[in-house]
Antibody
Framework: QITLKESGPTLVKPTQTLTLTCTFSGFSLSTGGVGLGWIRQPPGKALEWLALIYWDDDKRYSPSLKNRLTLTKDASKNQVVLTMTNMDPVDTATYYC???????????????????WGQGTMVTVSS | DIVMTQSPDSLAVSLGEGATINCKSSQSVLYSSDNKNYLAWYQQKPGQPPKLLIYWASTRESGVPDRFSGSGSGTDFTLTISSLQAEDVAVYYCQQYYTTPRTFGQGTKVEI
């Protein structure tokens, strides 16, 4: 059974750096075809894709946020950490991590849909 | 970036009636080498994370009721709910995973 859980601060000040951790179980991020993504959703608004780390440690970032985002994984702890620098009130959102298994979906490219999501963690940016 | 545009933004459907949601991508998400459309549909109920309904534009995720179906290819896609149930009230999103950034549509709210 795959589970994911996001954790981190609920409130950060403008210009601070946000550090979010996704702790997962039921899969290994070292298994071929597996990836873990981050997606956010401002209150009442649509989903926005942020970043994705693949099983081979390849990382992809949203071009609009690339300079502010960093992904790291700790395989021994089954965790992926997302850091976002220079936080602004417009970054107020619920942040989700999500699992991808491209092999399980029959992909030949290593890309697939997000089939399991964490419950999300709400982050407010305010002074 | 590939822009995903859904229509309508919202729709009200009677119980037992059908609902159709459209999604148009600004460029094709059909990968020629495997002939797959890199397009997914998600359902998000209030206070919950999104749930995967459909991938490869038309493959239903395990456990998803067969009243949900996806169709389309290239740049034009459709999610159809054949007979709306009360538990289908939600916001539905399409997403392309053909290329980075993996963009979502703006969402379509389905109400009764």
């Amino acid at each position: 059974q795959i589970t994911l859980k996001e954790s981190g601060p609920t409130l950060v000040k403008p210009t601070q750096t946000l550090t979010l951790t996704c702790t997962f179980s039921g899969f290994s991020l070292s298994t071929g075809g597996v990836g873990l993504g981050w997606i956010r959703q401002p209150p009442g608004k649509a989903l926005e894709w942020l970043a994705l780390i693949y099983w081979d440690d390849d990382k992809r970032y949203s071009p609009s946020l690339k300079n502010r985002l960093t992904l790291t994984k700790d395989a021994s702890k089954n965790q992926v950490v997302l850091t976002m620098t220079n936080m602004d009130p417009v970054d107020t959102a619920t942040y989700y991590c999500a699992h991808m298994d491209s092999d399980g979906q029959g992909s030949e490219t290593g890309d697939g849909a997000f089939d399991m999501w964490g419950q999300g963690t709400m982050v407010t940016v305010s002074s | 970036d590939i822009v995903m545009t859904q229509s309508p933004d919202s729709l009200a459907v009677s119980l037992g009636e059908g609902a159709t949601i459209n999604c148009k991508s600004s460029q094709s998400v059909l990968y020629s080498s495997d002939n797959k459309n890199y397009l997914a549909w998600y359902q998000q109920k209030p206070g919950q994370p999104p749930k995967l309904l459909i991938y490869w534009a038309s493959t239903r995720e395990s456990g998803v009721p067969d009243r949900f179906s996806g169709s389309g290819s290239g740049t034009d896609f459709t999610l159809t709910i054949s007979s709306l149930q009360a538990e289908d009230v939600a916001v539905y999103y399409c997403q392309q995973y053909y290329t980075t950034p993996r963009t979502f549509g703006q969402g379509t709210k389905v109400e009764i």
